[in-house]
Structures are given as structure tokens and as C-alpha cells.
């Protein structure tokens, strides 16, 4: 059965460092598992916690959020919001039956495509390995 | 009026019908929500088929539009303009990617096509929540602020001013010229530092079109590209400079003594003082904090000598505030003090001395009028120079300082040059960085003057017999070495200036991890930072020599003159808007806020954004708990389709073309409604 499930992913990833990476990436043709599906923030700054909730709900096994190093940041601190808001999530998504390893963030510069192409694949394999998200059905009702 | 939305897949010639199969991708997107035409074309932003777009907005009166094709940070643009032309709202279009993100980098095609069907459900599930925008055009004041009158500062100040336009200079110090002023020589022209830099600091003190305030600080910055409010604190000099002749009879009576900072500690100044005899503005300052009369009402010495009575030891802080379009940072480096690498013994042994002391010791007006002599009055036999300290080293800055390697160089022939040519010099360095034009061979000649290199960061540095020994590694001969000296100069490391971040927080720039300000872009944007209007000159952007810091600061100057010289500027739409209906007054967007963009209302008890300070980071969109803050163009419903369209979540049921889809809403945010 385990072998057969391959995961969504949805990746909310800031305009300036790891959407560049992305485009790095793939520019330099560095091949990634087709299950990541990118959405375009402005900032992880701007990633409201929701997003991530009904990602999972809605059908994602797993969430990448992914933006500018620390001290990088575009927008001054917006990344330094976000690793406050997933770490507190992390803490909330077990109470709740999710694996808190279904949301990561990384930070992911822009002329990191190998970096990014390798954090892909890696939470993708992760992902794989936990499984799909078996509370989906529950938590709909 | 239902959404109609017209979808266009792009081949880009085999780049992603390589892989992705398009005609497919077209048709299931004719199959979406409200899609009306779905077409897919070998290039969509050629001519044709830009052309294409316009020519389907206006037959087919679509009001939405999705582009799917390469990463929008490359045609976005390309693709909002054609919108434009064909009568369309810019952002009434989705630009998806599907050759970066997809075809390129996915290795099935079966996987590829269901990917790029995905990101363009997204897309058209997205684009039906879109809304008109419109980007505000606001006036760019003529009037440019540079702070900082180092020699960037200076060449900034001077290629403004030279175009007509006022500037407001600020410096912190009392005179101007930064550390260039405190050099004997240039390296490799072996130019006198004051022989170049004088012509232009006088200029600058001569020049109508610039207000020169030295010993002045920026205080507070408010505003927004092209609106800047500069409040500059103007330090009470005690005397007064419009009276003030500058013949310096005060400086020679004034008892009171105390280690002089342009000197670098290496000579005394008096408690009223001038930098050097060169100083520009020749006025002098008191020293507030040492002056008896100031401090114990006692003396006054230099008020009754004066023969023009500019002395006022009733002067106060003053505070003057500017209305500028642009701000150009010029606020250069610190030379790295390096008494915490105690192997090196500075502070300890006498004849240790940092890189700028040095310099001193070179100068013709410093404190040994321009004789390399140690404490004692005698001339060094042996010098040992060592590079790279506090650079390239991971206890302390992890990057190169650029400059060391050339002054070390320098310094190897001052030294040949003033001592005496059996003068031995030892130069202990990492790697040479000759790098510049002309660097090279200053390089091969300072080896054929006769000076030691040796490859090896030393150890330490300790005293046996009234020598000074440094202990190393000649890793070239891969032996130990121990080397007696006379005198040590550290090749001390270029840093961020100490306040820097309190700087930094004032003008709202980001710091790099090494503590210098953050340029837009490190290739392609190294003078304009993240603040519109704010450039960057000079040291403040990172380690450079003085031709660096040169045509770095007349490119932030011409960036600031391309603003100024506009006369107007574009503040992007997708900003924040906290619809005051829902917003709770909590507060909490405003401390999140990192550009001080949101004000509160105290009548209406509501948060309320300036959206031409916004930069639309989403930080009060992200967190606001009541749900009232949304990013234009990234709300929340754009995003929550934006997720849905992506996990397929949507029922993919063709639907009669006059039914379903949510009527235009652009009623909900009206652009300039909060302005």
C-alpha cells in the first residue's frame, strides 16, 4: 500500500530568495519529484498560518514554507515572523493528530538551486516515508 | 458581469512542450470555471502572441486572463502591459509557471502534463478573485540627503550638486574627508592622500548647491521614496562658525589636553581642535565633555583670545529638519580594533600598531610629522606587517577586507622608502589579493625593493630581549619560524561601523550577515537597497579600496538624480489594506509593521496603512488575528483558491457559460480609498 501513495506537497515559498531558487533550479535543470507544487508569496512573512492548516485539509501531506536566510530577509524581519508562526504551529499540529514533521521551513538563498532542488526531494522522500495524512478525513467532518 | 477567462499555454518552442504536453493542458483548461478560450501557442510572448491576448480580451470580452509559460519573475511584466493594451487591468492577469517549475525539472512527461494541469487550475482559480489595481504616481522632491562625508559622501555630494540639485551633506565628525583624510599615500600611485582629497573637500565647502553640516547626526527618518523627512541634529559646536576665521590662535592657548581620535590615539589634542590643518570647515570644536569652562565654568581662555569672539560656550543642540526625495548612504567603515586578538599583543607591547595608526605616523601633520620612528625616537630596523587580521578569520569576520593586501604593500615601501633601504620588512599573509588595476605590478615592485613575504598567519607575538618576536608558520617551506622585529603592524580588518544598527533601524536598511548595509541585489543592484530611495555609497556597502568607493558613491549619486530628475514615481498597488469594518484596533500590525507604515486611527479606533510607505510584505496580513489586514493581490480568497486549484479540490465540471463564477468585485478594495 505504502509504496503505491505518493504525496502532495505545497510549497509557500517568498518571491525574492527561494522562488528565485526555484527558477535557479530549473534553469539548471537539477530534476525534482513532480509532487511539490509552489505557491508564490511576496514573503514567508505574509504566510498566515491558515494557508498551512487548510493545505492540509484540503489535501497536502506535507508543507514547505521556504524564504530568504536569516539576516536576509527582503523585507527587513518578515522571515524571523515566519519561524515564530511554524514553530508554533509545530507545536499546535500534534494536539490535532498531524505530524509535526508534515510543516517545515527552510531557508533557501537565491543562487541555492541545488539547495533548493535537494530540500524538495528530501521532504518529499520524508513525507513518503510518514505516509498520507490519515487525519484529512477526520478533521473535514 | 460573469468571469470570463481567457488562458494561454506557452510552448517556448521545446522548452516545455518538450515535456509538457500543451495542447492537452488546453483543453482540460478550457474545461475550468468560467474559461471561455483556452489556446496554446509556440510563444506567447512574441508579437503574435501577445497580440493573440489582446485580440481574444477584446472579442471574446474577457476580464481575466492566465498566462501559463515561464517563472513570472522573467515576462510578468511582458504579459501585464499586453493586458493593458488590450484594455485589461495589469492585474487582472496570472502568470503561472510552468517551464522552471515544471517542465525543466520534472523527468515524465505523463508527470509533467499533470503538474502543469494543476498549476494552471490554480491559476484560473486564482485569476476569478483578482482585482483592478492601479498604481499611484507620487511627486519626487529635487532636494537629496547624504550622510556621511568620507570621500564617498564627498563624490556623492559633488555629482548631485554638479546637476543642479540642493544637497544636505551630514557628518558626524567635525571635519570632512573620513579615513582618507587620516592617509599619507595611496596605493599603487603612491598619490598623497591629502594632495587628492583636499581639492575635493574644499569644493565641497565651496560648492552653492551643498549645505554642509558637519558635526551634525541624523536623527530621525520618516517617510517614503521621493518624501523624505530628515530631522538632523546639529551638535553645539561652541563656536560660531559663520564668524569664525579659522586662524587657529585657540587651538595653541587651550590648556586642556586629551588623546586625539584622528591621530588614532598616537598624539594629544586640545580640548578645542581641528582635525588637521586641512580640515574642511577650518573651524574648530570644543570638546564639551573635557572643556573647563563648559564643564567647571573655569578658563575661558579661548573666548578672550578670539579676535573675531565666535567663541559661545551658550551654544545648544540644534535640531533642523529636511524635506528631501532621496537619501544617499555614505556612512563608511570602522577599522577593526584588535585588542581581542591578544596573541597580537596590541595594547600591550609599544611598537604593536593597527593599520591606521600607521598611517599616521606616515603623516606629514601627524604625530611624528611624517617619521616612521618608534616610541623611542629611533628608527625600526626590522618591520613585520601582518595581513589578514580580523579578516578571513572565523573567530572574527569571516570575509576578505579587500584593502589590506594593497596598503600592506604600501607600507612595505614607505618603509624601504623613509627608513632606508636595509630596512627589513616581513610581511606575514595568507594569499596576496593584488586584484585592481595596477595592483599587480606595484606588486612585483614592492617584491623587487627587496621586502619578505611569508606565507603563514603567526601565532603570537611575544618580547625576548627588547625584540619583538613573531612566531609562525612559513607554510611555503613548511617550517617554523621566529622572526625579531622592531615594530608590528596589523593589517586590521574593515568592519561595519558600531552604531550601524541603530544607522540601519533610522533609514530602514538591512544589514548583511557581516554587519554592512544590504544592497538591493549583491550582482545587479549594489547601490539601491530594499527602501526605495535610499542608496547606498561607499564602505557602508562592504570592505572597498578608494576607486570602488568612488564610482560606487556616483552610482548611488545617479541613481538619487534619476529620481530626482524624473520628478515622479510609481508606488506599486499591491500594498496592505485593513478594512476598517472588520479591524478590531488591537494594534498588533503596528509593531509588526518593519516600515512604520501603519498608523492607528484614534478617531475611528482602527489600524490604518500609508500605503505609499508600504512595501506589501504581508508581516500584518500574515498574523492580523480579526482577519481585517489583506495584501492586495495576495489576499486571503486569492490564496485559498490559489490552494484548492492546486490539490484539485475544485470540481471540474464544465459549466454553461452564462452560470456561475463571482461577479467583478473590485467594488471591495477602491484603489486610493485609504490615501
Known amino acids: 500500500m505504502s509504496h503505491e501513495f505518493e504525496p502532495t506537497i505545497l510549497a509557500f515559498v517568498c518571491n525574492w530568495c527561494t522562488f528565485t531558487a526555484a527558477d535557479l533550479a530549473g534553469t539548471s535543470r537539477m530534476v525534482q519529484q513532480p509532487n511539490v507544487r509552489l505557491v508564490r508569496m511576496m514573503c514567508t512573512g505574509m504566510v498566515d498560518p491558515k494557508y498551512i492548516v487548510k493545505s492540509l485539509l484540503s489535501g497536502a501531506d506535507g508543507v514547505l514554507v521556504s524564504g530568504c536566510h536569516p539576516g536576509d530577509c527582503h523585507y527587513i524581519n518578515g522571515n524571523y515572523k515566519a519561524r515564530r508562526r511554524v514553530k508554533l504551529l509545530n507545536e499546535i499540529l500534534p494536539q490535532f493528530g498531524i505530524e509535526r514533521d508534515r510543516v517545515r521551513l527552510t531557508w533557501v538563498g537565491a543562487s541555492e538551486g541545488n539547495e533548493f532542488a535537494a530540500t524538495v526531494n528530501n521532504f518529499i522522500n520524508e513525507i513518503r516515508e510518514l505516509g498520507p495524512m490519515e487525519t484529512r478525513s477526520m478533521a473535514v467532518v | ?675
Open chain 2, 1 to 675: 458581469m460573469a468571469n470570463r477567462i481567457g488562458v494561454y499555454v506557452c510552448h517556448c518552442g521545446s522548452n516545455i512542450a518538450g515535456k509538457v504536453d500543451c495542447p492537452d493542458v488546453a483543453r482540460y483548461a478550457e474545461g475550468l470555471r468560467n474559461v471561455v478560450v483556452s489556446r496554446d501557442y509556440q510563444f506567447m510572448c512574441s508579437d503574435p502572441g501577445q497580440e493573440m491576448i489582446i485580440k481574444d480580451i477584446k472579442e471574446y470580452g474577457l476580464n481575466r486572463v492566465v498566462v501559463a509559460s515561464c517563472s513570472p519573475r522573467l515576462h510578468e511584466k511582458t504579459f501585464q502591459q499586453a493586458c493593458a493594451r488590450g484594455g485589461l487591468n495589469p492585474y487582472l492577469m496570472q502568470h503561472c509557471c510552468i517551464r522552471e517549475h515544471c517542465s525543466w525539472t520534472t523527468e515524465d512527461p505523463v508527470e509533467a502534463t499533470a503538474k502543469a494541469k494543476r498549476i494552471v487550475e490554480a491559476a484560473v482559480e486564482r485569476v476569478a478573485e483578482h482585482q483592478e489595481l492601479f498604481s499611484r504616481e507620487v511627486e519626487v522632491l529635487p532636494d537629496v540627503m547624504v550622510v556621511g562625508a568620507g570621500i564617498a559622501g564627498i563624490q556623492a555630494a559633488l555629482d548631485i550638486a554638479k546637476s543642479g540639485h540642493k544637497v544636505h551633506l551630514v557628518e558626524k565628525s567635525p571635519s570632512i574627508g573620513g579615513h582618507m583624510a587620516q592617509f599619507d599615500k595611496t596605493f599603487p600611485t603612491l598619490d598623497c592622500a591629502a594632495c587628492i582629497s583636499t581639492p575635493k573637500m574644499v569644493a565641497v565647502s565651496q560648492e552653492p548647491n551643498i549645505n554642509l553640516m558637519t558635526w551634525a547626526e541624523v536623527e530621525d527618518v520618516s517617510g517614503f521614496v521621493g518624501n523624505y523627512t530628515v530631522t538632523v541634529k546639529r551638535k553645539p559646536r561652541y563656536v560660531n562658525e559663520a564668524v569664525c576665521t579659522g586662524c587657529g590662535a585657540c587651538l595653541e592657548k587651550c590648556p586642556t589636553k586629551a588623546l586625539s581620535e584622528f591621530n588614532e590615539g598616537l598624539g594629544f589634542r586640545k580640548a578645542i581642535y581641528r582635525n588637521s590643518p586641512q580640515a574642511v570647515p577650518n573651524t574648530p570644536v570644543i570638546d564639551g565633555t573635557i572643556c573647563k569652562k563648559i564643564t567647571k565654568d573655569k578658563c575661558g581662555i579661548c573666548q578672550k583670545i578670539c579676535p573675531t569672539g565666535a567663541i559661545d560656550y551658550e551654544q545648544k543642540e540644534r535640531h533642523e529638519v529636511f524635506h528631501v526625495g532621496s537619501i544617499v548612504l555614505a556612512t563608511g567603515y570602522d577599522a577593526m580594533d584588535p585588542t581581542p586578538l591578544r596573541e597580537y599583543g596590541f595594547g600591550k607591547y609599544d611598537e604593536v600598531y593597527t593599520a591606521l595608526q600607521f598611517e599616521r605616523l606616515n603623516n606629514a601633520v601627524g604625530p611624528t610629522e611624517g617619521r616612521i620612528v618608534m616610541k623611542n625616537g629611533e628608527k625600526p630596523e626590522a618591520v613585520a606587517i601582518i595581513h589578514c587580521v580580523g579578516s578571513r578569520d572565523k573567530n572574527y569576520h569571516e570575509y576578505c577586507s579587500r584593502t589590506c593586501c594593497m596598503y600592506a604593500l604600501k607600507y612595505d615601501h614607505l618603509i624601504k622608502d623613509k627608513v632606508g633601504h636595509d630596512a627589513r620588512v616581513y610581511n606575514f599573509y595568507i594569499d596576496m589579493r593584488c586584484f585592481g588595476k595596477g595592483y599587480e605590478e606595484f606588486f612585483k615592485r614592492v617584491q623587487e625593493e627587496g621586502v619578505t613575504f611569508i606565507r603563514g598567519r603567526p601565532a603570537e607575538i611575544v618580547e625576548e630581549d627588547g625584540k619583538l618576536v613573531v612566531v609562525g608558520e612559513d607554510t611555503l617551506l613548511g617550517m617554523n619560524v621566529r622572526v625579531p622585529v622592531d615594530m608590528v603592524i596589523l593589517c586590521t580588518a574593515m568592519e561595519a561601523r558600531k552604531d550601524v544598527t541603530e544607522v540601519a533601524r533610522i533609514f530602514g536598511v538591512a544589514q548583511g550577515q557581516d554587519g554592512f548595509f544590504l544592497e538591493e541585489h549583491p550582482k545587479l543592484g549594489p547601490v539601491s537597497t530594499a527602501t526605495d530611495g535610499v542608496f547606498l555609497a561607499g564602505a557602508c556597502q562592504g570592505p572597498k579600496d578608494i576607486p570602488d568607493a568612488v564610482s560606487h558613491a556616483s552610482g548611488g549619486a545617479a541613481q538619487a538624480l534619476a529620481l530626482a530628475a524624473r520628478g515622479k514615481v510609481d508606488i506599486s498597488p499591491t500594498t496592505s489594506w485593513i478594512n476598517p469594518d472588520v479591524c478590531v484596533g488591537c494594534k498588533v500590525c503596528i509593531d509588526l509593521c518593519a516600515y512604520s507604515a501603519i498608523e492607528f486611527d484614534e478617531r475611528r479606533q482602527v489600524s490604518v496603512i500609508n500605503e505609499a510607505m508600504c512595501k506589501g510584505c504581508g508581516s500584518c496580513a500574515g498574523y492580523c488575528p480579526s482577519g481585517a489586514a489583506q495584501i492586495k493581490h495576495f489576499r486571503e480568497t486569492q490564496i485559498f483558491d490559489e490552494i484548492d486549484g492546486l490539490l484539485g479540490m475544485m470540481p471540474v465540471v464544465p459549466q454553461p457559460e452564462t452560470e456561475g463564477g463571482a461577479a467583478l468585485i473590485t467594488e471591495e478594495i477602491q484603489p486610493g480609498e485609504t490615501a
